[in-house]
């Protein structure tokens, strides 16, 4: 059974960070592209960044380029989202998801499994 489940969210002041983590559960993980995407009230669920099997490639949305990195162990089966400069408009539920391929890594509706999400807060 695949699970993805996230964690490290929480509140955080402007300007300050947080590590959000995805532990993975899944049997093709180390082949797999990895994403974190974040959705909050009334808006879609939009992707923040985006990491090929192997870490060679990344993919950051000018929103968050320079501010989120993403990165990978695929010995742990983890994916990590460090998150530096936050900005009241980065509250979101944030949720972790696989796919098998990395063409279209930026669009939701392309990837296969997701996570439960973890609200991050940030507070002006």
């Known amino acids: 059974q695949v699970k993805l489940v996230e964690s490290g969210g929480g509140l955080v002041q402007t300007g300050g960070s947080l590590r959000l983590s995805c532990a993975a559960s899944?049997?093709?993980?180390?082949?797999?592209?990895m994403a974190w995407f974040r959705q909050s009230p009334g808006k879609e669920r939009e992707s923040v960044a985006a990491i090929t099997w192997n870490g060679g490639r990344t993919y950051y949305p000018d929103s968050v380029k320079g501010r989120f990195t993403i990165s990978r162990d695929n010995k742990k089966n983890t994916v990590l989202l460090q998150m530096d400069s936050l900005k009241p408009e980065d509250t979101a539920v944030y949720y972790c998801?696989?796919?098998?391929?990395?063409?279209?890594?930026?669009?939701?509706?392309?990837?296969?499994?997701w996570g439960q999400g973890t609200q991050v807060t940030v507070s002006s």
């Open positions: 998801a696989a796919k098998a391929s990395w063409i279209n890594h930026s669009i939701a509706t392309k990837y296969d499994y």
């Open positions: 899944l049997r093709t993980f180390s082949s797999a592209t």
